[in-house]
């Protein structure tokens, strides 16, 4: 994805952070300006657009609360993030229900700026062709639009629903629209991947902890319940929670309160609770892994997504809304899918679901070539691009690929010039996946179907011939 047509304000009174933030930003390629105040702030906003803007919550003169007063009574519509080591409750809680998009507490990694940057910004371009949210639900199989009708129904009450399915159904959007569509739906969406957590960190990430509860907990530090306060929180995979979490859990929805780690007596909480699964969960409390006062408790609404393999019917609505989306955020224009191609979207099973057939077509997309996506370019049962590269009869050292006119041969190879061994064709093709992904490595490899040890053992064989990854990334 090309940032060099965004631009992002940072503002913040700390010196250091403000140019930590800065140096981070402009190594993805967007452009920037940067405010030490939020009247600084305000009055560069209100002279142009940004796609973002990153500020800091208390800052001397104008804060940041009252600098997002000020830009949304003046009709400025950029969306917002805060950042702040002096993160509360009900800060977070009145910046999102104010329209701030998201709050990150410091410290934090360089990282969670740039997978924030690229998630903003990818909605954002995305946006002004497709009209749908990020996580929009997209079907067109009579069963799904009934389970959609019944799940509006069930977001009219209060009850805690358990959405199972397997791993790729689309589980969170389900639980985003019940949210929506609920009395809660202005209110905060908070989704915990539960899988995600390490389990020495689940505990304060959920219920948050006191001021020196450990040793690094230099600031009280609210936990997802308290952020999801007056709206709606997402436990997903939520199988993975421990035993002994489990119990406190369960206290959790019984009582509707929580207590911080190291606090001394707990608080009243309004949060409404979606929990998804692809466990099932009977067998596990069967088992002894999953508390069966828990599982009553939680089971209230049970609803199941069905595979993508159950419900054909869905498949060429997704492929092409993703190809859509990934033709913008690659700027390809508009991407056909050839009739082959469509021929095999629909012959195969989609074990990873709703999840695959997204990557299936984002890699397509990005490999395809005068922007029709053949059949060729799914790389669909478990084919590989380096299976692909060594089986095509296509690929020979005589052959030149040009990345202007497309190749004299007739062999589709995502547009790169060639003229040399497979293993130089390797080379270029890796270097040309990083560069249309902006030099993300666990997204390349996963477009390349290979994994990301390989790609980095790739890459450091290119070291000897001078190739440099931060050329790429700027």
């Not at 019944?150 to 019940?178: M, W």
């Not at 509707?256 to 699964?277: D, H, S």
């Not at 700027?331 to 990557?359: F, I, M, S």
Request: with cysteine.
């Amino acid at each position: 994805m090309d940032l060099s047509s965004k631009r992002i304000l940072i503002v913040d009174d700390d010196d250091n952070m403000r140019e930590a933030m800065y140096e981070t930003v402009r190594r993805m390629g967007v452009q920037i300006d940067t405010a030490s105040d939020g009247q600084e702030g305000f009055e560069k906003a209100s002279k142009k657009p940004y796609d973002l803007i990153i500020s800091d919550m208390r800052m001397p003169n104008v804060d940041g609360m009252t600098m997002m007063n000020m830009m949304q009574s003046s009709g400025v519509s950029s969306p917002l993030c805060f950042v702040t080591a002096f993160g509360t409750v009900n800060n977070a809680v009145q910046a999102l229900k104010l329209g701030a998009y998201d709050y990150i507490l410091k410290p934090f990694a360089p990282e969670v700026i740039e997978e924030l940057v690229r998630r903003v910004l990818e909605i954002e371009e995305v946006a002004p062709l497709t009209k749908r949210k990020k996580n929009t639900a997209i079907f067109r199989s009579a069963f799904m639009s009934q389970l959609f009708m019944l799940a509006k129904d069930v977001a009219a009450s209060e009850a805690t629903v358990l959405i199972t399915g397997e791993s790729g159904t689309g589980k969170e959007v389900f639980a985003r629209f019940i949210h929506e569509n609920s009395s809660r739906g202005s209110g905060p969406f908070v989704a915990v991947n539960c899988a995600a957590l390490p389990e020495n960190l689940m505990e304060s990430e959920l219920f948050g902890y006191e001021k020196g509860a450990f040793t690094g907990a230099a600031n009280r530090k609210p936990g997802k319940f308290e952020l999801a306060h007056g709206g709606t929180i997402l436990l997903d995979e939520l199988g993975e929670i421990p035993l002994h979490l489990q119990a406190k859990l369960l206290r959790v929805l019984q009582e509707k309160e929580v207590e911080r780690l190291g606090g001394t007596k707990p608080f009243k909480i309004n949060v409404r609770i979606l929990a998804t699964t692809n466990r099932e969960l009977k067998k596990e409390v069967d088992a002894g892994n999953f508390r069966e006062d828990l599982y009553y408790r939680l089971n209230v609404i049970s609803m199941e997504l069905p595979p993508l393999r159950d419900r054909k019917d869905d498949i060429m609505e997704l492929a092409s809304f993703f190809a859509e989306k990934y033709c913008q955020i690659n700027g390809k224009g508009t991407c056909k899918l050839a009739d082959d191609a469509q021929a095999a979207l629909l012959d195969y099973d989609w074990p990873g679901n709703v999840r695959e057939l997204e990557h299936t077509i984002e890699r397509a997309v990005v490999l395809c070539k005068d922007c029709v996506v053949s059949e060729r370019n799914l790389f669909l049962h478990g084919i590989t691009i380096n299976q692909f590269m060594a089986d095509s009869s296509d690929l020979t050292s005589a052959e030149t690929f040009d990345v202007n006119d497309g190749g004299n041969s007739g062999g589709e190879t995502a547009g790169i010039e060639f003229a040399g061994t497979i293993a130089e064709m390797e080379r270029e093709l890796i270097i040309k996946t990083l560069k249309e992904t902006g030099g993300n490595r666990t997204k390349a490899a996963e477009l390349l179907g290979i994994t990301v040890r390989t790609l980095r053992n790739k890459l450091n064989e290119y070291k000897d011939d001078g190739f440099n990854i931060d050329d790429i990334t700027g």
